[in-house]
């Protein structure tokens, strides 16, 4: 069984700062994507940002130059680091991987973490 456990949610004044992390465990054969998504109150989730296996990422242009993601393959976490934070963050934060289960199945599982809540108020 295959779990994502994401911590470092809370409330957090305008242009304060965040970090969530994620940890990946159970039994799996190899990580291969892994990202962020957020969910506002009466919005679809959407992506934040993402990172390859390679260390590649990507971002949501709503959070370029203020958010950024960082994986340890060892470890098989992924954090968020979110600076210069807005209001129009606030969202339920879900950690995302994309997991090979086993060798020599190259098909991939998606898997969730249950979510964290950020508010960002004055």
């Known amino acids: 069984q295959v779990q994502l456990v994401e911590s470092g949610g809370g409330l957090v004044q305008p242009g304060g700062s965040l970090r969530l992390s994620c940890a990946a465990s159970?039994?799996?054969?190899?990580?291969?994507?892994m990202g962020w998504y957020r969910q506002a109150p009466g919005k679809e989730r959407e992506l934040v940002g993402g990172?390859?296996?390679?260390?590649?990422?990507n971002y949501a242009d709503s959070v370029k130059g203020r958010f950024t993601i960082s994986r340890d393959m060892a470890k098989n976490t992924v954090d968020l680091q979110m600076n210069s934070l807005k209001p129009e963050d606030t969202a339920v934060y879900y950690c995302n991987a994309d997991i090979f289960l086993r060798p020599g199945v190259p098909i991939s599982t998606d898997y969730w973490g249950q979510g964290t809540q950020v508010t960002v108020s004055s």
């Open positions: 990172v390859s296996t390679g260390g590649s990422t």
């Open positions: 159970g039994r799996f054969f190899r990580i291969n994507r």
